[in-house]
Structure formats: C-alpha cells, structure tokens
C-alpha cells in the first residue's frame, strides 16, 4: 500500500474503547472528547459511528452532520483512507499510520498524520488524526518548558557562585581605599566598588523571580493591561500608540498579580524600545489583545478555557540570530540590554502554570500569553 506505514502497535495516546453494549456510541465514546487529538470511530467501510469534539472544531461541523457519513469525503484524498480500512479489515495489518490532508469548512485543507487502529469490537476502526502543526507545537512547548528548567537551576547555582566571592571583594577594596592615601589610587578602588555593586544588582535580579513570594489573589487581566498601559505611555508620551482590543466577557482568575504586571511590563517595554526608530518619526504602535479560547492543549494539559492575551508591535522584528533564544537569560538584541527582561516574564507565567510564545516577522512581532481560566 503505497504511502502506508504499517505498524504492530496500537497508538498509546488513544483510550481503550469500551466493548459494545447496548449503550448509544455518544455513551460508549465519550471519553474520547477528553482527547485534543481528532478522533472518530467508523465502521469498516468508513461510515462515522462517532467523532470527538476535536474532530468537530476541526471541521467546522457539529456531529449529528458528520455520523453516517464517510470519513474518507472529509479528506482531500479519499483513496488513502479507503486503502487504510480495506488493510484493517483483512487483518493485513493492526495499525497504519500516513499523512494526510484534512477538508475544512470556510478554511484550507488541516495537514494530519492519521493512525487507523483496529478496535476489540468487531467491524468498528478508530482513526486518530493529529495535527502536524499540533505536533510541531507540542514538541516546542517541550522544548520551552524544558529550556526554562535548565535556565532557572543554571541561575540559581550560578548567581549563588558569583555573590559569595563579591562581598570578599568588595570588603578588600574599601579597606585598600582607606589605608590609600593617593586620591588618583583611590579612584581605582572605588571603580572596583562600583562594578561589585553592578555586578551585585544583575545577580539580585537573576535570583528575584526565585526569591518572590506567590501571592495569589482574583486577577482581572484588563486592570493588569491597563497599569502596564499607563507606564509604558508615562515613559513614551509621544511618537508611540499603545492600543486597547479587549474581551471584556473574560472572567477573573486566581494569580499572582503584580507577578503578571511585571511579566507584562518586560515584554511591552521592550516592544517599545525595539520600535525606538518609529517612535521617533511617531509612527511606533503596540497593541494589547485578550481573548478566549476554548478546548486548547498546551504545557501538556487540556484546558476548557484558556486567556490569550497578546502583545503585537510594528517594529523591525526579533533579530533572526536570537530567534530561538530570545528568553535565555543574558540574551537581548539591544546593546544595552540586559536579556533578563522575558527569561523573568517566562517565569512569573509559568508560575501560573502558563506558556509565553513569539512569532515575529520584520513589521510585526507578537508575543503571545496563555493562562487557564475557570
């Protein structure tokens, strides 16, 4: 079967189907709903026994109009699928995995790699359709997620390292300072002092965001916009737009506020440094964004309702070189910055059990925040 991969394991992300009963199959497949994947069971010739809500967002259409239909007319190439059910139903193979391309109502074809699996239940076939550009995610989230670990015990052992020798250094050179006698050797000393302070202050900031008590209260995420509006204006009075395009139907949350304040801040600020040239022939503009969103999976979890609160900005964009480590700590575009701006916003954000992404393009640079709602 051109195209097919055969394989002799059942898809580990797929439940175990209950054995038929007289129950109907909304009854006996609804734990599928549970899954963010797109999943339908059909009979042995392609008619739709069953499809998932995933399924159903994917499509456009509710599921009383895909049941009884074919599944194989939802995809661009029917013939695939065809082949698929035919090597299940002859016992040719337990599962097939292939690529595929998904029709959507309104929308371009869904690219998806599909497993057709066979069930317990004889003449009855589930076919899982997963996302390429899901996949994609899932695999860069893990990689975020894993990439912030290893910053935060990096920071933590290496902050620790770096402040027990400056104080020694620091207590040696006031004690030179005062036994000196020459003022142009006391200038020495004192360079020595105020770069321990430097130094001192840039490993405070690294241990802060580990330092920091959780404070937990209700958040409405509007009132946290807003004070961050007001100082990115107080700081950029002229040249800059800072635009408001709210859901006001979000509902509060439980968070640590000045938390999110401060993550929020590190990141329109340094939209509005990165638009300094705009700004200054006032052409510079970022907008705040909130919206909601409904039956997404990231950082591993299904979440019914997730706040996405987005930052977008028509500066030159994230320097290509710095792309994929733009939330290391000491990493930053600008050659004056620090880079602990967004490795201390990724923090507070996934103290919240949140995700930050960036997509930029020269024009456009967007900064995407997810948290879960109730």
């Known amino acids: 079967m051109r195209g097919l991969l055969p394989l002799v394991a059942s898809p580990p992300s797929l439940p175990s189907l209950p054995s038929p009963t007289s129950e109907s199959a909304a009854q006996r497949f609804q734990a599928l709903d549970l899954l963010a994947t797109l999943v339908a069971v059909v009979a042995a010739d392609g008619a739709v026994l069953y499809a998932n809500a995933a399924l159903e967002d994917a499509l456009g259409l509710s599921r009383r109009s895909i049941v009884n239909g074919l599944l194989q007319d939802c995809f661009t190439d029917p013939g695939l699928l065809r082949k698929a059910l035919l090597g299940v139903r002859?016992?040719?193979?337990?599962?097939?995995?292939?690529?595929?391309?998904?029709?959507?109502?309104?929308?371009?074809?869904?690219?998806?790699?599909?497993?057709?699996?066979?069930?317990?239940?004889?003449?009855?076939?589930?076919?899982?359709?997963?996302p390429l550009e899901q996949q994609a995610r899932q695999e860069r989230e893990e990689r975020l997620i894993d990439q912030a670990?290893?910053?935060?015990?990096?920071?933590?052992?290496?902050?620790?390292?770096?402040?027990?020798?400056?104080?020694?250094?620091?207590?040696?050179a006031q004690l030179l300072q005062m036994e000196i006698d020459s003022r142009a050797l006391n200038e020495y000393t004192q360079v020595i002092i105020d770069e321990v302070d430097r130094l001192q202050s840039l490993v405070d900031r690294l241990l802060l965001p580990h330092r920091r008590a959780h404070v937990v209260g209700d958040v409405n995420i509007h009132e946290v916009c807003e004070r961050v509006r007001a100082l990115i204006v107080a700081e950029f009075p002229v040249g800059l737009s800072v635009l408001r395009d709210y859901?006001?139907?979000?509902?509060?949350?439980?968070?640590?506020?000045?938390?999110?304040?401060?993550?929020?801040?590190?990141?329109?600020?340094?939209?509005?440094?990165?638009?300094?040239?705009?700004?200054?022939?006032?052409?510079?503009?970022?907008?705040?964004?909130?919206?909601?969103?409904?039956?997404?999976?990231?950082?591993?979890?299904?979440?019914?309702?997730?706040?996405?609160?987005?930052?977008i900005d028509n500066g030159p964009g994230v320097p290509d070189s710095i792309k994929d480590r733009i939330f290391f700590p000491l990493v930053s575009g600008r050659a004056s910055g620090s880079g602990l701006g967004l490795t201390l916003a990724q923090t507070f954000v996934q103290r919240h059990h949140g995700l930050i992404e960036c997509k930029s393009e020269p024009g456009q640079t967007e900064f995407k925040i997810l948290l879960p709602l109730p």
Not at 96 to 111: F, G, I, S, T, V
Not at 150 to 165: M, S, Y
Not at 257 to 274: G, P, S, T, V, Y
């Open 90 to 130: 002859s016992n040719e193979f337990a599962v097939l995995r292939y690529d595929a391309r998904l029709k959507r109502l309104q929308h371009e074809p869904l690219p998806v790699h599909v497993l057709v699996a066979q069930t317990e239940a004889a003449g009855e076939v589930v076919v899982e359709m997963l």
């Open 149 to 172: 670990q290893t910053n935060k015990e990096l920071i933590r052992n290496l902050a620790h390292e770096i402040k027990n020798p400056l104080g020694g250094i620091r207590g040696a």
């Open 247 to 311: 859901d006001t139907s979000i509902p509060e949350f439980r968070g640590d506020r000045e938390q999110l304040i401060q993550a929020l801040l590190n990141i329109a600020q340094n939209a509005a440094q990165a638009l300094a040239p705009l700004i200054a022939v006032g052409d510079g503009r970022i907008i705040f964004k909130t919206r909601v969103n409904r039956q997404i999976t990231f950082c591993k979890q299904r979440y019914r309702l997730a706040l996405e609160l987005l930052v």
